[in-house]
């Protein structure tokens, strides 16, 4: 059915007047703000640095600029295809049959972008937090392994429920689980239909409520229900979100926003009970800490992380012996201990390792596979003890802080400096969504995409190098599987090659990369991977040579990943030699400065160009025909001195 122009008008009409009245918020609201201006600018550029940045910094990702472009319109339109990724990962809209979904499309500079963008549809896009919405949902009905700590009784059916979630997303529950923690069973009202408390919880965990309850008196006894329930235990929204009629898009609107109320409230709860009350102590002494199981706020379990031993010496600073603290009050009772008591006299001997213990409840750890399968079998660990449980985590106490407020809350924003210990860990314990994560923030503010010439600019930011080592950005993805850092590796060396070829870490890392190759007996499709980002794969097809030198043998395809990738660098666009021809590069034989040299760049000092073996050279572009020459030569040698054939 095709709608008429004046149909159209009317329905945009009343759009306008939804939002302006405040029942309806604009997909696309206009932003005018230079922090706006700089992350589109950064979109027009493809510059992935400085978009995830923005988004780190909370820049909203689907507001428009003045001339109404999104951010998502502009790097599609522009042809930045890991760029338009990252902002469909990150929450960018892009939904069909709306005016700036079909725009999207529409202004996509080719097909790899279009269909990229045609995969993402409204659950992936528009929805980041339905992944923990749906876990807190399933709690409700999952059997093994038990987390419920509470039945409430209600109508004579039962509810099993969980103190923490109750407490963080009813204030009622807040205040009478904090007044007296222990009960594990609450009788409510009688008076009030069962469906009407199941509605109430159902909402409580995130879950989508029904507006079907049946007809006549009996919608109208559950719906007078739900209004009490809505009162008596303090949920706000709870009875409009149902009566509240509207279209799918104001249904949609009214479920983001509170599964967004939802996580905050989350968040602060984790805040203020995980965190406030996380234990530090000495490594050899961490073991020793009691924390009872009737807790005030409900905690489970104990996960350990100890600090890096780098650095530290095995001396210890003696003090009186370990106390038992035992805090009284709002706590109820909870333990703590033992805790030693340092001297605060100076000293030159290091403090001794330590460890931190983080409160957790399985509840919300079942979301990694890892804890799942541990919880539902025999181990130790799913048994029930007096005190709680310790878990050892093989990570550091910020990266298991890290986790564990993804686990609680969606949220997975960290420095590039912790980016690969998350990796590994979100690896160990099957997190594949903050797996991907790290992955992401390491391929986009690691900069990837800058040549040596950008990167050594003073005006420039930070390198890579400076935070964290690229040859343990490309280990890293060979061991976890992450094949975005494995091109992002190969892609970051290949635009500084003149930095690396001479390194003797390069060529363990070639050689590494062969016999990953010869291991596994497969063909590796990334040597193009530079071609294809370029867009020089059609200019360089049609040099007959340059097709030759793609037939390489199977021992040689992921040395091509960090080596072959460098011809089609800027210096690529000279004209290749022919395989059957050497390349010099001997000192001697690189031209040497002209009469004319001599003239334009007469301070050597001072400016002049020069190729990697410090010759001069007569501009920029013979620097680029010479340097490249000299890679070539440099990789003939690396591969025949490690005895690759390519």
């Known amino acids: 059915m095709v709608l008429g122009k004046h149909e159209i008008e009317k329905a945009l009409h009343a759009e306008r007047q939804e939002i302006d009245a405040g029942r309806l918020k604009e997909e696309n609201p206009l932003d005018v703000s230079e922090r706006f201006r700089l992350f589109c600018e950064a979109c027009r550029r493809g510059d992935l640095k400085v978009c995830q940045e923005k988004i780190i910094e909370g820049v909203n990702i689907n507001a428009s600029d003045r001339f109404n472009y999104t951010p998502l319109i502009l790097a599609s339109l ?99 689980l904090s007044t007296a923690p222990e009960p594990t069973l609450l009788k409510l009202s009688n008076t009030i239909p069962a469906q009407s408390f199941d509605v109430a919880i159902r909402y409580l965990y995130l879950g989508e409520v029904s507006a079907d309850l049946g007809d006549g008196e009996k919608e109208q006894a559950i719906l007078s229900g739900v209004g009490k329930l809505s009162q008596q235990l303090e949920i706000e929204r709870l009875f409009e979100s149902i009566v509240e009629g509207g279209d799918r898009r104001l249904a949609r609107q009214r479920r983001s926003d509170e599964v967004s109320r939802g996580r905050s409230q989350l968040e602060g709860w984790f805040e203020h009970n995980i965190l406030r009350h996380k234990v530090n102590v000495e490594t050899k002494q961490a073991d020793g800490v009691r924390w009872d199981r009737k807790n005030g706020i409900f905690a489970d379990v104990l996960l350990r992380a100890d600090e890096d031993a780098e650095d530290k010496d095995d001396l210890s600073i003696h003090g009186p012996d370990p106390v038992i603290r035992s805090t009284a009050g ?67 106490p910020p990266v298991l802080e890290i986790i564990l407020r993804f686990l609680y809350t969606e949220r997975a924003d960290f420095s590039l400096e912790v980016a690969i210990d998350v990796l590994f860990a979100a690896d160990m314990l099957f997190i594949e969504k903050l797996k991907q994560r790290a992955a992401q923030i390491i391929s986009t503010l690691g900069n990837g995409a800058a040549s040596i010439v950008e990167s050594e600019n003073p005006r420039g930011e930070t390198e890579l190098e400076d935070i964290i080592d690229i040859y343990d950005v490309v280990r890293a993805g060979w061991d976890t599987r992450v094949q975005r850092l494995e091109e992002f590796g190969a892609r970051y060396i290949a635009y500084r090659l003149e930095r690396y070829i001479d390194r003797n870490e390069f060529a363990e890392l070639v050689r590494e990369s062969a016999s990953r190759v010869k291991e596994r007996q497969e063909t590796d499709t990334r040597f193009r991977l530079r071609f294809e980002d370029a867009g020089l794969d059609e200019m360089m097809d049609a040099n007959e040579e340059v097709a030759a030198s793609t037939q390489v043998n199977q021992q040689s ?39 004319d040299d001599r003239l334009y760049a007469p301070d050597l000092a001072g400016g002049a160009v020069r190729t990697l073996d410090g010759e001069i050279a007569g501009d920029e572009f013979a620097q680029d025909a010479i340097n490249y020459q000299i890679l070539l030569g440099k990789i003939d040698r690396l591969l025949e001195d490690l005895k690759l054939d390519a």
């Open 557 to 595: 395809q992921t040395t091509s990943e960090v080596l072959d990738v460098v011809s089609t660098s800027d210096s690529a666009k000279v004209n290749l030699p022919h395989a059957s021809e050497s390349i010099n590069t001997l000192p001697s034989m690189p031209p040497q400065a002209s009469e």
């Open 78 to 176: 522009c042809g930045h295809y890991e760029l338009v990724q990252l902002l469909l990962e990150s929450g960018a809209l892009c939904e069909r049959d709306t005016f700036q979904g079909e725009r999207c499309l529409y202004n996509a500079l080719n097909d790899r972008i279009r269909n990229l963008l045609l995969s993402y549809d409204y659950s992936k896009t528009s929805d980041p937090l339905q992944p923990l919405a749906g876990h807190l949902t399933s709690l409700l009905t999952r059997e093994h392994p038990v987390t419920s700590d509470i039945t409430l009784v209600a109508a004579g059916r039962p509810f099993h429920l969980h103190k923490f979630v109750l407490s963080a997303r009813s204030p009622y529950f807040a205040k009478k």
């Open 330 to 396: 709002s706590l109820n009772g909870i333990p703590i201990g033992p805790i030693s008591v340092v001297s605060r006299s100076p000293s030159r001997t290091r403090r001794p390792r330590r460890s931190v213990l983080f409160p957790a409840h399985r509840a919300m750890l079942l979301r990694s596979e890892y804890f799942a399968t541990m919880f539902s079998s025999d181990f130790r660990e799913a048994q029930e003890t007096p005190h709680l449980q310790i878990i050892p985590i093989d990570c550091s």
